[in-house]
Nanobody, 126 residues
Framework: QVQLVESGGRLVQVGESLRLSCVIS????????VGWFRQAPGQAREFVSA????????YYSPDVKGRFSVSRDNTENTVYLQMNSLRPDDTSLYYC???????????????????WGQGTQVTVSS
């Protein structure tokens, strides 16, 4: 059974930092690319970041580039999203996602991902 479990979201002030975690089980983590998406109430789910299975390729949306950083720890089956200089418009439910196919390179297309976590809420207060 494949499971993706996000954690780390909470209420923070503008300019603060957070690190989200996504723990994956049921897949061969070392050959699994992972994406981060977010969805605010009433809005479509949008791409935030992705990291390839090898860790050699990392992608960011223009909104977060320079502020967010994605990484992975294959010994912990965990992908991290370090979020700095948080803004009120970063407030969203953040999801991690993974494709079923090993060594598949994924980027910003929702349809490329087969498995999703339940999300972790990030709220940035001004």
């Amino acid at each position: 059974q494949v499971q993706l479990v996000e954690s780390g979201g909470r209420l923070v002030q503008v300019g603060e930092s957070l690190r989200l975690s996504c723990v994956i089980s049921g897949l061969t983590f070392s050959t699994t690319s992972v994406g981060w998406f977010r969805q605010a109430p009433g809005q479509a789910r949008e791409f935030v970041s992705a990291i390839s299975w090898s860790g050699n390729s990392r992608y960011y949306s223009p909104d977060v580039k320079g502020r967010f950083s994605v990484s992975r720890d294959n010994t912990e089956n965990t992908v991290y999203l370090q979020m700095n200089s948080l803004r009120p418009d970063d407030t969203s439910l953040y999801y991690c996602a993974a494709p079923q196919q090993p060594m598949k390179l994924t980027y910003n297309k929702i349809e490329d991902y087969d498995y999703w976590g339940q999300g972790t809420q990030v709220t940035v207060s001004s």
